[in-house]
T-cell receptor, first 111, second 110 residues
């Protein structure tokens, strides 16, 4: 069983809809959680970085962490075609620890 | 402009040849990393370095080697011992726990 599970998609949504992405994990020691966006043939771009449980909002993006359920989510409001990309979750046990990545979810936002 | 550069963007090699991928950063980050990405899989850590002249193996170090002689540079050599070298290679650097990635090098070995 992988430490971090992420549905590969593709997830197709119409423009303007809310995109909902999630990851589950098995290691209860994970405390730092990240979401990256990766366009085709490009390097991942850090979108959100959160510590422990709770919500964090940045513009159209909201990250949620539920440590009791070992479940993290990323919501994208008012989705745009430019949001079409692969979204990777990642997590680690301490600030300087190694990142464990999910396999990524491909998102397609159709005009 | 600060950032991480990787060169070349595309690289083609014959089986049995060693090849070195370049990674340079001007962000003054102490830690640097090399990952491999294959279709349908997440990023897998090859090697990482937290300070100059020191580096550690990641989860899939076999068939790879690195050096860290300067803070700005962390080259990766893919040796002929790596059984499946064709992949997308990503370099990253980090500060305060936040990890940033370069644009990647796509290596094809035939």
């Amino acid at each position: 069983q992988k430490e971090v599970e992420q549905d590969p998609g593709p997830l197709s949504v119409p423009e303007g809809a809310i995109v909902s992405l999630n990851c589950t994990y098995s290691n209860s020691a994970f405390q730092y959680f990240m979401w990256y966006r990766q366009y085709s043939r490009k390097g991942p771009e850090l979108l959100m970085y959160t510590y422990s449980s709770g919500n964090k909002e940045d513009g159209r993006f909201t990250a949620q962490v539920d440590k009791s359920s070992k479940y993290i989510s990323l919501f994208i409001r008012d989705s745009q075609p430019s949001d079409s990309a692969t979204y990777l979750c990642a997590m680690k046990t301490d600030s300087w620890g190694k990142l464990q990545f999910g396999a990524g979810t491909q998102v397609v936002v159709t005009p | 402009d600060g950032g991480i550069t990787q060169s070349p963007k595309y690289l083609f090699r014959k089986e049995g040849q060693n090849v070195t991928l370049s990674c340079e950063q001007n962000l003054n980050h102490d830690a640097m990393y090399w990952y491999r990405q294959d279709p349908g899989q997440g990023l897998r850590l090859i090697y990482y370095s937290q300070i100059v002249n020191d580096f550690q193996k990641g989860d899939i170090a076999e068939g790879y080697s690195v050096s860290r002689e300067k803070k700005e540079s962390f080259p990766l050599t893919v040796t002929s011992a790596q059984k499946n070298p064709t992949a997308f290679y990503l370099c990253a650097s980090s500060i305060m726990g936040e990890q940033y990635f370069g644009p990647g090098t796509r290596l094809t070995v035939t």
